[in-house]
């Protein structure tokens, strides 16, 4: 017990250590108090976060930090992945960031089971979607999910994908212990469809920051980079340096991941 007990303040410790990068980072309305605070919940609430590389937690922390959610389970979370700790974009936390746009009027993404009534039709006025729950009986099992948006000058867009479509993109989640396994199946679900539809809709730096961040969870082939120019030197990560300040690491710079069809 008293062993967990250091491990947690060594934790808190180096979380205020990061404090002025964490200032940097976080937009105006999010104290960094507030912040950290939610920070040393999560990893309090989740023993095994205590448990992964401290590097990783350190990194999904800071990313958290970029992302403008906090990592309160609701909008983002700080998910145990293998042996390291990732950074988890959540639905309401997309929905969120698609909302404060400014050019988004109503956004929403749903799970469709086999005993709701659901239609969806193209005709010549457009795409068309009616969906009623079967909230009082047994709604079986899912048969497709969906993401429809309404933009501030009345245009309707709508993203639906089938029970197959979802389980193709299941298929790519890297490793077995993955966000689809458990407690955030749901979330990744909805996700599937509000993706494809966020990649029709006026979007902000925010929200393709955190839609990159998602794609670490897949296996995704990536781009060949651009070779360097000769007088052009490749500046280190500030994060990397924090990193290897607070853990000793060695400071190197991971190749970005390229996002494809999710």
């Known amino acids: 017990m008293s062993k967990q007990i250091s491990v947690i303040e060594d934790v808190r410790n180096n979380l205020q250590r990061m404090t002025p990068e964490f200032e940097k980072a976080l937009p105006e309305h999010i104290s960094v108090k507030k912040f950290i605070r939610v920070v040393q919940t999560a990893i309090t609430t989740n023993p095994k976060l205590l448990e992964a590389n401290r590097a990783s ?90 993401a429809i948006a309404v933009t501030k000058d009345d245009g309707t867009y709508i993203e639906v994908l089938t029970n197959e479509q979802v389980s193709a993109i299941e298929s790519m989640s890297k490793g077995k212990n993955t966000p689809w396994k458990g407690l955030f199946r749901s979330e990744m679900i909805k996700k599937s469809a509000l993706r494809r539809l966020l990649k029709r809709l006026p979007s902000s730096t925010d929200l393709e920051f955190n839609l990159k961040a998602d794609n670490e969870f897949y296996d995704i082939t990536p781009q060949p980079e651009k070779p360097a120019s000769k007088t052009e030197k490749k500046k280190p990560s500030k994060l990397k340096e924090l990193i290897a300040k607070n853990t000793g690491a060695k400071n190197t710079d991971a190749k970005p991941k390229e996002e494809d069809a999710l």
């Open 57 to 146: 937690l350190w990194s999904a922390c800071m990313k958290s930090a970029e992302s403008s959610l906090l990592s309160d389970n609701k909008e983002s979370a700080l998910v145990p992945y293998g042996a390291n700790v990732q950074f988890l974009p959540m639905i309401a936390g997309l929905l969120k960031l698609a909302r404060n746009s400014g050019e988004i009027k109503t956004i929403s993404s749903q799970i469709v089971y086999e005993n709701d009534k659901f239609e969806f039709f193209i005709d010549e006025r457009g795409e068309h979607i009616s969906h009623t729950p079967n909230l009082f009986e047994e709604r079986g099992k899912i048969i497709a999910v969906y």
